[in-house]
């Protein structure tokens, strides 16, 4: 099996602090690998890293996405490439609607990859198609990005943009946080249809509760920069009885 | 919005960031001697076979203007105007007024055809509304489509050179009644030269059927532009009247100044858009235009209604102030206005609405981007007198700032005289979040695609207000204006 | 009250300084006489305000220029004891009470005053200690917009000839109030004073100050103050005013707050007094991190002009400015406010936020707002709203309908309208001291807390 991603001694610092102190992760091709970790170990700063946003600063180490070099691409380039961030705080853009700004999105993520863009009548099939299988009502998509959404909502948002871009790599950042029990599991449903041998996730968590409806293949412990620990399905069941104090030790 | 990736790649395919509009077009031109005299406003009057009362006027307005001097509150600098330096009068020479589109020079024709103007009736299909088209090039107007089906419905949409001759009894009474010659210099000195420009009459209880349209081009060099609009709309009549403009790239600056005024009687209502793109000048703030435009509706009637819709992208310096006299009880005062400057332009636009009548409101939404090292201001006034019993307004502008060399200036004024009133102005300036920027990119968009959308975004609540055709067009003068702001 | 013949002009002005020139305290400075000379110079180039002065747009001095007034002398009799306060005695540290702009009365009411808070007058400190004064009096009023917009500022600095002066040393934090009085006493003629106060705060130095301008009597006279405040690295000065001089009275105010790093100046204006008023205040965020808060409530009845004008400029990273402005306007009154926030290029990252909101009382009633932002820097965030209209129709039946007449429901309406203004007032005593002027304002009284 392929490696999709490979990170290998990753250092990265933002405002001149370092976070990330050579990190080291492989996720193979069609794998869903978990990271949880306690607040401030640097989970969402690795979501950034990977997605190129700025002050985000790389000191040291590489990072190998479909065997090239990520680090070197910017934002736009990762996501035609099939990177797909599902932000812990999705951003509001006001004016635009929804469905404009995905059929923005996807047809410039097929330029870049040489493909037509879908006209109106295609994208809207599309989007029909996507909404009823996640049981999202129309009325989110007709509304302004993320504009007076509720958290549910907008996690909801993340995941049918998602479901729609059909990454290769869905990297989800506490996707899972403040949602009550449906909307997680339209989340898990989310990642659930998009699993494929030829896909990943990488699933950032505190909790080891979405892991109940999206069982990782693999799942890491992100502690002071570093992988602590990795393990199977079962070491996030483990660490949701321990907690995290033993890592806090560790590295103390 | 799909119009931004769609701009950007025009834009690409054109090989350079240039205005789109900026050809000429070769053609024989008849052209009154440089400079500005009396000589010079009677030729004017002469070769459009005016009446003496309009030369008289002319006249008048002409040493009123010798007097005036330059308005000096907008935020704005150039040096001064030398109006000698320029022709009053430019007119391509077959067009004395073309009986049919049929006796139109095929250049022209073509010239038009390059805007994307449509001068010509059967291109419109069948069973689609259509837009009705009058199309001013340098002094004169060229062409006047639709005229018989408006006619049907008793509309009179022509050249106001031909209304002065046909109908010189509206003319004469709503010609300066709402911005009089008087008004500020750059409206005096139209007053006393303008040369063409649209005249539209609604009868009473008629719905325009169409969409009336006037597209202004510069054309000549060193001529000045001085259209005059008149747009009266009868009790209980509605029209939606769109202008459009550009002219082509040169070094040198050329002034555009224009008064266009409304009248609406009881219960009409006038919806008047404007999508200005004149050429702004080179990236280093090399030429373009100076737009100095008197705009001015007066809702006379009760329960009338003027809307002023504009989208500013071009000119070298903007000055107007499209405005509202709400005189009739009830009647509704709108301004919603985007404003864009990039590189070296300079803005100073905004309203102003005069509530005299009972239960008027007006309402006004001003969107104004800054980039590169452009100077932007909004500039408004609502005034409530007296009588204005319950008058209502509510004002809100927002500004966005591209870049660290640009400005954006708020200056309201608000005067109020009457406690049943109820007044409220909002602000607020800000740059484009990183946040925002990020969310995009992440989800494919390229940086400039995804500053465009932000402000598309920023701008939709005016741009909603504009015609469907006008939207789409719009939408791409927005990304276009904006192109090299970042990175 | 006999009015002079001769109406007040530039001109006047102008000869009143010739005459007292060489009597002027300070005379024999050689820099303040530059001062001086430099300062009536520019009044007489602009003159008196008129209306095409843009910051001028909306006040006519025309009651100043009915009247002739003569330049204020010593000669003012006022029982100290009778005047009223507004505080406690137990609740200010000291009392400082000027009587037509001369200072008459400096105590300290307790005993254990700290080291390092000097607090005098300026006649005083240009007699006996000039040269510190040098530098902080010919600070303000030379930037563009203050050469062409505040003449009467530079004619105070051409006339003033006593005023607060207080200095707070490094590190020194005064706990009380210092409470300071200005007292207009209309005599035969009509008088004019041009009172000029400094203050002046040392790197982490705390002080409270708080004005009191009010008029015994119902004569014209006319009080043209001056204040420079200068608030140097992690100094906060709270600078509290209430303006109840008497119903003839002319009252201009013009105050510079300068700010140093992580400065702040908490600035507040209750204005209800004077036919004719205005007070501007500018302030400088110059020092990184300076913060500014700028409030006010204004009440005014009859033929009463008030004209509130400030201008916050943001001139390095990091600042942030807090504005708002309320006022209720009755009879025939006219209320003028006018705020500018600019946020210069190098300010990135600051923020600027204003309020204006109206009421207008009667049918006669007139405001006019000017809000102005002008923005040069891009990371910024920046805001102003200004609203006029009447008393909240709901609100009022709401009141009526639980049994409320309706005049006294207007008075609550008015007065809690009022109160946000008013709330955030750090010095002790002072909030009830002022709602209770408030509620005089409403009952028609001239309100005052008698000693």
């Not at chain 1, 990795?230 to 009885?241: F, M, Q, T, V």
């Not at chain 3, 008497?246 to 007094?273: M, N, Q, W």
Request: aromatic residues 6%.
């Amino acid at each position: 099996m392929d490696s999709l991603l490979e990170i290998k001694n990753l250092h990265a610092r933002v405002d001149g602090k370092p976070i990330l102190k050579g990190l080291d992760l492989v996720i193979p091709t069609g794998e869903v690998h978990a990271i949880m970790g306690p607040n401030g170990s640097g989970k969402s700063t690795l979501a950034y890293v990977l997605t190129g946003r700025d002050g985000y600063e790389v000191t040291e180490g590489e990072v190998l996405y479909k065997g090239r070099d990520l680090l070197t691409l910017t934002p736009e380039q990762r996501a035609g490439e099939g990177m797909f961030l599902a932000f812990q705080y999705p951003v509001e853009i006001p004016g635009v609607p929804n469905t404009t700004f995905l059929k923005e999105a996807l047809n410039a993520q097929r330029k870049y990859r040489g493909e037509d863009p879908l006209d109106a009548m295609e994208f809207v099939k599309l989007m029909r198609r996507k909404t009823k299988e996640l049981g999202i009502s129309d009325d989110l998509i007709k509304r302004q990005v993320n504009v007076g959404f509720s958290g549910g909502e907008k996690k909801r948002n993340e995941v049918l943009q998602m479901a729609i871009l059909e990454p290769t790599l869905a990297v989800l950042d506490e996707t899972d946080s403040g949602l009550d029990i449906d909307a997680l599991k339209i989340v898990a449903e989310g990642v659930n249809a998009l699993r494929a041998p030829d896909r990943s996730a990488l699933i950032i968590t505190h909790y080891q509760r979405l892991l109940e409806y999206i069982v990782p293949d693999r799942v890491h412990v992100l502690a002071h920069g570093r992988i602590a620990r990795s393990g199977g399905k079962e070491l996030a069941i483990e660490l949701e009885r321990t907690g995290y104090a033993a890592f806090a030790e560790a590295a103390a | 919005m799909a119009a931004s990736i769609e701009t950007t790649q025009q834009v690409q395919e054109m090989g350079e960031r240039t205005y789109k509009y900026g050809f000429v077009t070769e053609i024989e031109t008849e052209t009154a001697p440089k400079g500005l005299s009396e000589d010079i406003v009677r030729f004017i009057s002469a070769k459009k076979e005016e009446p003496a009362w309009l030369l008289e006027w002319r006249l008048k307005a002409y040493r009123r203007w010798l007097e005036m001097p330059e308005p000096k509150w907008a935020n704005v600098t150039f040096p001064p105007i030398d109006y000698q330096d320029s022709y009053y009068y430019s007119a391509p020479k077959t067009m004395d007024g073309p009986n049919s589109l049929d006796e139109i020079d095929p250049e022209l024709l073509r010239t038009y055809e390059k805007l994307g103007i449509p001068l010509k009736e059967q291109e419109i299909l069948a069973g689609v509304t259509g837009v009705a088209v009058d199309a001013v090039f340098d002094s004169v107007s060229v062409a006047t489509t639709f005229k018989g089906k408006l006619e049907e419905q008793g509309v009179i949409f022509c050249p106001i050179s031909e209304a002065i001759r046909e109908h010189p009894e509206l003319v004469r009474k709503y010609l300066g009644s709402v911005v009089p010659p008087g008004d500020n210099k750059h409206a005096c000195l139209n007053s006393a030269v303008f040369t063409d420009g649209s005249f539209v009459y609604i009868p009473k209880g008629v719905r325009c059927p169409m969409e009336l349209s006037t597209y202004f081009r510069i054309n000549a060099a060193n001529t000045g532009q001085f259209e005059r609009t008149l747009l009266i709309a009868d009790a209980g009549s509605y029209v939606s009247y769109l202008e459009g403009c550009t002219a082509p790239m040169r070094d040198e600056n050329q002034l555009h100044a224009a008064v266009v005024e409304l009248i609406a009687l009881d219960d009409a209502e006038i919806k008047y858009s404007t999508v200005q793109n004149w050429y702004p000048g080179d990236k280093n703030g090399k030429g373009g235009i100076y737009n100095f435009v008197t705009k001015r509706g007066a809702c006379r009637g009760r329960n009338s209604k003027i809307s002023w819709t504009q989208v500013e992208t071009g000119s070298a310096i903007t000055w107007k102030y499209p405005s509202c006299i709400l005189q009739g009880d009830n009647s509704v005062g709108e301004f919603y206005s985007v404003a864009i400057t990039n590189n070296y332009q300079q803005a100073d636009t905004g309203t102003k609405m005069i509530h005299i009548g009972k239960n008027t409101r007006s309402r006004i939404v001003s969107k104004g981007i800054s980039a590169g090292h452009a100077q932007q201001t909004y500039r408004g006034l609502v005034k409530i007198s007296a009588k204005a019993e319950g008058a209502r307004n509510h004002t809100q502008c927002d500004s966005l700032l591209i870049g660290d060399r640009c400005g954006a200036h708020t200056v309201p004024y608000i005067e109020s005289k009457n406690r049943s009133a109820i007044v409220e102005h909002e602000a607020t300036t800000s740059k484009i979040s990183e946040d925002q920027l990020f969310y995009c990119r992440q989800r494919g968009l390229s940086e400039e695609d995804a500053v465009a959308l932000v402000v598309n975004g920023f701008c939709r609540e005016v741009l909603q207000q504009l015609p469907m055709e006008f939207a789409v067009e719009a939408q791409k003068l927005v990304s276009i204006s904006l192109e090299g702001s970042v990175g | 009250m006999p009015e002079s013949a001769s109406p007040t002009t530039a001109q006047s002005f102008v000869a009143q300084f010739g005459a007292l020139r060489d009597t002027l305290p300070g005379a024999g400075l050689p820099w303040l006489r530059e001062l001086r000379e430099d300062g009536i110079a520019r009044f007489a180039k602009l003159g008196l305000p008129g209306p095409k002065v843009e910051a001028w747009k909306y006040t006519r001095l025309r009651p100043l220029e009915r009247i002739g007034f003569v330049p204020a002398g010593a000669a003012a009799q006022v029982d100290l004891d009778k005047l009223p306060a507004l505080l406690p005695h137990t609740g200010v540290g000291h009392r400082v009470v000027f009587v037509n702009g001369r200072l008459r009365q400096c105590l300290a009411l307790l005993a254990d005053q700290p080291e390092g808070v000097e607090l005098g007058g300026l006649a005083d400190a240009l007699r006996h200690d000039p040269d510190p004064l040098a530098a902080e009096l010919g600070r303000n009023g030379n930037g563009a917009r203050a050469r062409d917009g505040q003449p009467l500022f530079a004619l105070n600095t051409a006339m003033m000839q006593d005023g607060l002066v207080l200095r707070v040393r490094r590190g020194i934090s005064v706990a009380l109030p210092i409470e300071v009085i200005y007292v207009g006493a209309p005599g035969p003629e009509p008088v004019a004073f041009h009172p000029r106060n400094l203050i002046v705060l040392e790197p982490g130095a705390r002080a409270t100050v708080v004005e009191h301008h009010i008029g015994l009597g119902a004569g014209a006279y006319f009080a043209n103050g001056g204040t420079d405040i200068r608030i140097e690295e992690g100094a906060q000065l709270h600078h509290y005013k209430i303006q109840d001089e008497g119903p003839e009275a002319i009252h201009i105010a013009t105050t510079h707050v300068e700010l140093a790093r992580d400065a702040l100046y908490d600035g507040f204006i209750l204005s209800k007094g004077a036919r004719l008023s205005r007070q501007e205040v500018a302030v400088q965020l110059a020092g990184e991190g300076s913060e500014c808060h700028l409030n006010g409530a204004y009440m005014l009845r009859g033929e009463q002009h008030c004209d509130i004008t400030t201008t916050i400029d943001h001139l390095a990273p990091r600042t942030s400015s807090r504005e708002v402005f309320k006022g209720v306007i009755d009879d025939q009154a006219r209320a003028v406010f006018q705020g500018r926030i600019t946020v210069h290029r190098d300010a990135q990252q600051s923020n600027g936020h204003q309020l204006s909101k109206a009421l207008l009382l009667s049918d006669r009633a007139e405001i006019d707002a000017k809000p102005e932002l002008e923005i040069f820097a891009d990371d910024v965030k920046c805001s102003h709203g200004a609203t006029v209209g009447d008393l909240d129709r709901d609100a009022l039946f709401y009141l009526r309908a639980r049994g409320i007449p309706e005049a006294a429901a207007r008075d609550i309406l008015i007065e809690a309208f009022l109160a946000e203004t008013i709330n955030n007032i750090a010095a002790e005593g002072l909030c009830p001291a002022l709602m209770s002027s408030i509620g005089h304002w409403l009952g028609g009284t001239t309100g005052r807390t008698e000693p």
